[in-house]
């Protein structure tokens, strides 16, 4: 079966990686996949269990990511690229036939 795929502007065969995953341990509730994200896959809520690590960029706020609406992913892979934890798990999707 084939992956969903695209072109680059300069051509290029690309294979869209959707998100599929968020570990809410690793996250610091940044916010920056939900500021990067061009839909409405991510959303912030609080956390309901510590992380497994004391971490100096924790939210202060006790915030953690959390996946809204995946199906609503586009497979740019931005949000993982801007993750500073790598929160974030993507694959690609296969087309049904």
Known sequence: MDNV???????KTWIAEFV??????KCIGCG?????CTRDVFELIE?????????EDL???NAVMALKDPLDC????ACGRVCPKACLTHAPMPIAA
């Open 74 to 77: 586009t497979g740019c892979g």
């Open 59 to 61: 939210d202060e706020d």
């Open 20 to 25: 599929t995953d968020l570990d809410q341990k």
């Open 47 to 55: 956390r309901t269990e510590a992380p497994e690590y004391e971490d």
């Open 32 to 36: 920056r996949c939900y500021k990067v």
């Open 5 to 11: 795929t695209g072109l680059t502007r300069g051509g």
